[in-house]
């Protein structure tokens, strides 16, 4: 049998356990206004989405292997650029669904720069603004970088580059 002290205890060890609880849950729980959520949850503006993209021009060997609308407002390419003078142009057409003007805070490119391959967007420029209704078609062109200095072997590999367009209300 367990004796009194024991018992005593394990009762204290109990009740400070739930005494610590309560004040943690206290401290890292706090009333959150909607707005407040759905502005942290919607970083990005929804309404804003790619609605075309498409191969328009390809130059040298190059060719588009693979290009999708990956999200709302992201694109991935597969594109197969091996040698110089190789270049490809893509079309994107964006669209702004929404009741508000959208403004592009930022463009990522990953990657913009890998080996061989030069990525860059044109026709489009953070700070921009996308009234409600409006659409906008920007350029993405993906090329050989003329100033590749290493030796490079050819590959079959292909290499994905993502462009994803960051918009805000």
């Known amino acids: 049998m367990m004796n009194k002290d024991n018992r ?15 004040v943690g849950y ?12 759905k502005t942290s949850i919607n970083n990005t ?10 191969s328009v021009e390809t130059m040298g060997s190059a060719q588009d292997v693979r290009s999708y609308i990956s999200g709302n407002t992201e694109i991935t390419i597969y ?3 091996i040698e110089k003078n190789d270049l490809i142009l893509y079309n994107v057409n964006i669209k702004n669904n929404g009741d508000r003007k ?4 930022n463009i990522n490119i990953t990657p913009s720069h890998e080996d061989n391959i030069i990525c ?5 420029s953070a700070g921009e603004e996308l009234l409600p209704g409006d659409s906008k078609m920007f350029t993405i062109e993906v090329m050989f970088d003329e100033e590749y200095e290493k030796e490079y072997v050819q590959t079959e ?9 960051d918009y805000s209300k």
């Open 8 to 22: 005593n205890a394990i009762i204290i060890g109990l009740l400070l356990t739930i005494a610590f609880m309560s």
């Open 26 to 37: 206290a401290l890292v729980s706090k009333k959150v206004d909607k707005e407040e959520l």
């Open 45 to 54: 503006y929804s309404d804003v989405s790619i609605t075309t993209i498409s």
């Open 79 to 81: 594109p197969k650029i």
């Open 102 to 105: 959208a403004v592009l805070k």
């Open 120 to 124: 860059s967007v044109s026709n489009i």
């Open 157 to 165: 590999e292909l290499k994905r580059i993502k462009v994803y367009l």
